[in-house]
C-alpha cells in the first residue's frame, strides 16, 4: 500500500506565495510520475503540474511562470511552490503518485488533500 501525506495549504492574500509538499511512503514503484491537483467547488478536479523521476515537467496554462513544482527522489517527496496567487487558485489541492508496471498495469494514489485559500 502507499500513503501520501500533503502539508503547506492555507490563507494568503493575493500575490502570496505558498509551497505544498506531499511525502509518499510504502510499495513505490520506482519509474513513476507525481503531481499535484486541485478541485474548486462546483468544479473537476484538474491536474496543475506533474514531474516525473527524471525531472521532466508539465503545467497547465493558467499557472505556467507561477508555480514550480519539484521532488526529491530520496525522499519520494514532490513540492509546489506557488507565487503570484490569485483568487483563482482557491481549491484543495490533491497529491497524487502514479506508475506503470509491466503486466500489473496502472496504478495511482491520492493524498488527502489540502485546503489553498487565496484572498483578494
Known amino acids: 500500500q502507499v500513503q501520501l501525506v500533503e502539508s503547506g495549504g492555507g490563507l494568503v492574500q493575493a500575490g502570496g506565495s505558498l509551497r505544498l509538499s506531499c511525502a509518499a511512503s510504502?510499495?513505490?514503484?520506482?519509474?513513476?510520475?507525481m503531481g499535484w491537483y486541485r478541485q474548486a467547488p462546483g468544479k473537476q478536479r484538474e491536474l496543475v503540474a506533474s514531474i516525473t523521476n527524471g525531472g521532466s515537467t508539465n503545467y497547465v496554462d493558467s499557472v505556467k511562470g507561477r508555480f514550480t513544482i519539484s521532488r526529491d527522489n530520496a525522499k519520494n517527496t514532490v513540492y509546489l511552490q506557488m507565487n503570484s496567487l490569485k483568487p483563482e487558485d482557491t481549491a484543495v489541492y490533491f497529491c497524487?503518485?502514479?506508475?506503470?508496471?509491466?503486466?500489473?498495469?496502472?496504478?495511482?494514489?491520492w493524498g488527502q488533500g489540502t485546503q489553498v485559500t487565496v484572498s483578494s
Open positions: 497524487n503518485i502514479n506508475w506503470v508496471r509491466p503486466i500489473l498495469g496502472y496504478s495511482a494514489y
Open positions: 510504502g510499495s513505490i514503484f520506482s519509474s513513476n510520475a
